[in-house]
């Protein structure tokens, strides 16, 4: 029929890990899949965590986890990821505009910076939750 | 085509400070199975005071450690907050580990019971 379906009861998935600094600025900021295309998936992310190793973040302007078209789902400016702080979707610091919205069919999902390179940190851990749609 | 993110699970309960002090196990050990740590929050029925902390842990490693002054009576406390030590969130705890939520230090004073919320991935051990 086409139409997108959801299962009645579904189930959250977890994506989570670490990226190093170069991850974050790979693809000339694009940076890094943490979750691949599927298609005909529809990806929701319904929350994330995001927590900086090393020291303070420098010279990019926000580091953003998108889908893999561009789409922001939560932008942080680098100032809020002090040292080995965990910083929650919905704190101080970021935005979540689409958190909580279906991203573009087929679409993954991806974090890197905005602006610049990103400067002095070791590596970003995250931890992000989302379900799927078909 | 096979989705490549775990799907997240969840132990959720309740413990009266006895057991937490004794540790309680939320998650049982599994052979092969290895099992990350990604998000806590705990919830103390009267405050924690005495005891150092409330540690999510597999008995080697603590995943998320909770110290008595963030656990006030009531008070709903997420990992990450003020009081709170996460060095090890997200990180794989060793193959076939279980997890449990374990007082440090002295037992726990005042408080009757901790309740917990662990948001958890398994994955497999890869063959050898």
Same mark, same amino acid.
């Given at each position: 029929m086409g139409a997108t379906t959801t299962p009645p009861f579904p189930k959250t998935r977890v994506a989570s890990g670490n990226l190093v600094r170069a991850s974050l600025n790979a693809a000339s900021g694009a940076g890094?899949?943490?979750v691949p295309d599927s298609a005909g998936r529809t990806i929701t992310v319904i929350d994330v965590w995001m927590?900086?190793?090393g020291g303070n973040i420098g010279g990019a302007t926000a580091i953003v986890?998108?889908?893999?078209?561009?789409?922001?789902?939560?932008?942080?400016?680098?100032?809020?990821?002090?040292?080995n702080v965990l910083v929650r979707a919905g704190a101080s610091g970021t935005t979540v505009t689409n958190l909580g919205v279906a991203l573009g069919k087929g679409k993954g999902l991806r974090i890197g910076r905005t602006v610049s390179d990103a400067t002095t940190t070791t590596s970003l851990d995250y931890c992000v939750l989302y379900k799927i749609a078909n | 085509m096979a989705l490549t993110s775990?799907?997240?699970? @969840?132990?959720r309960g309740s413990?009266?400070?006895a057991a937490i002090d004794a540790g309680v196990t939320i998650i049982p050990a599994a052979p092969a199975r290895i099992i990350t740590v990604v998000d806590v929050w705990m919830r103390s029925t009267g405050s924690t005071?005495?005891?150092?902390?409330?540690d999510v842990t597999d008995g080697h490693t603590v995943f998320a450690s909770f110290e008595d002054a963030a656990l @006030?009576?009531?008070a709903l406390k997420r990992i990450g907050a003020a009081n709170t030590a996460f060095t090890n969130l997200g990180t794989a705890a060793a193959s076939g580990h279980g997890i449990q939520v374990k007082t440090a230090g002295a037992g726990i004073g005042t408080a009757t019971a901790i309740e917990y919320c662990v948001h958890y991935k398994?994955?497999?051990?890869a063959a050898a």
């Amino acid at each position: 029929m086409g139409a997108t379906t959801t299962p009645p009861f579904p189930k959250t998935r977890v994506a989570s890990g670490n990226l190093v600094r170069a991850s974050l600025n790979a693809a000339s900021g694009a940076g890094t899949v943490i979750v691949p295309d599927s298609a005909g998936r529809t990806i929701t992310v319904i929350d994330v965590w995001m927590r900086n190793v090393g020291g303070n973040i420098g010279g990019a302007t926000a580091i953003v986890l998108e889908d893999t078209a561009g789409t922001d789902v939560m932008s942080t400016t680098v100032g809020t990821f002090d040292s080995n702080v965990l910083v929650r979707a919905g704190a101080s610091g970021t935005t979540v505009t689409n958190l909580g919205v279906a991203l573009g069919k087929g679409k993954g999902l991806r974090i890197g910076r905005t602006v610049s390179d990103a400067t002095t940190t070791t590596s970003l851990d995250y931890c992000v939750l989302y379900k799927i749609a078909n | 085509m096979a989705l490549t993110s775990p799907q997240l699970r @969840t132990a959720r309960g309740s413990a009266l400070v006895a057991a937490i002090d004794a540790g309680v196990t939320i998650i049982p050990a599994a052979p092969a199975r290895i099992i990350t740590v990604v998000d806590v929050w705990m919830r103390s029925t009267g405050s924690t005071d005495t005891c150092d902390s409330v540690d999510v842990t597999d008995g080697h490693t603590v995943f998320a450690s909770f110290e008595d002054a963030a656990l @006030t009576n009531g008070a709903l406390k997420r990992i990450g907050a003020a009081n709170t030590a996460f060095t090890n969130l997200g990180t794989a705890a060793a193959s076939g580990h279980g997890i449990q939520v374990k007082t440090a230090g002295a037992g726990i004073g005042t408080a009757t019971a901790i309740e917990y919320c662990v948001h958890y991935k398994v994955s497999s051990k890869a063959a050898a």
